[in-house]
């Protein structure tokens, strides 16, 4: 019972400092919000070949350029659009007019809706 009620513990120290710590989400200079002055959160393509950055978010739009496996890339903003793989949620790419779905680009910190 006191080791279980010890890692419950622990565990909420954890959420709680995790934000305002120094090497914590704070020290990046963003909590999910660009327009204070923070970055915009970073993902990196998860495919083994270059991943279609579309015009809309939907397969069915145009292709405006590729993105290579394992890329970095700036997210600014999150929508629900065409289903991929069982994945209706595109990224807006920041300084890009493109899109890309969520199921290719695994976000590295939460994206906040467009």
């Known amino acids: 019972?006191?080791?279980?009620?010890?890692?419950?513990?622990?565990?909420?120290a954890g959420v709680l400092m995790g934000p305002l710590a120094p090497a914590g989400w704070a020290a990046t200079g963003d909590a999910g919000a660009p327009e204070r002055g923070g970055s915009y959160p970073v993902g990196v393509v998860e495919t083994r070949a270059p991943l279609n950055?579309?015009?809309?978010?939907?397969?069915?739009?145009?292709?405006?350029?590729?993105?290579?496996?394992?890329?970095?890339v700036q997210l600014e903003c999150q929508k629900r659009g065409g289903?991929?793989?069982?994945?209706?949620v595109w990224?807006?790419?920041?300084?890009?007019?493109g899109w890309v779905s969520a199921r290719y680009v695994h976000n590295l910190r939460p994206v906040r809706s467009c």
Do not use: C, F, I
């Not at 405006?64 to 496996?69: I, N, S, T």
């Not at 289903?83 to 209706?88: M, T, Y």
């Open 53 to 72: 950055v579309r015009e809309k978010p939907t397969v069915y739009s145009y292709v405006v350029k590729q993105l290579h496996p394992h890329q970095k």
């Open 91 to 97: 990224y807006r790419l920041h300084g890009s007019k």
């Open 1 to 12: 019972m006191v080791k279980k009620a010890w890692v419950t513990y622990a565990l909420a």
């Open 83 to 88: 289903w991929v793989d069982g994945n209706p």
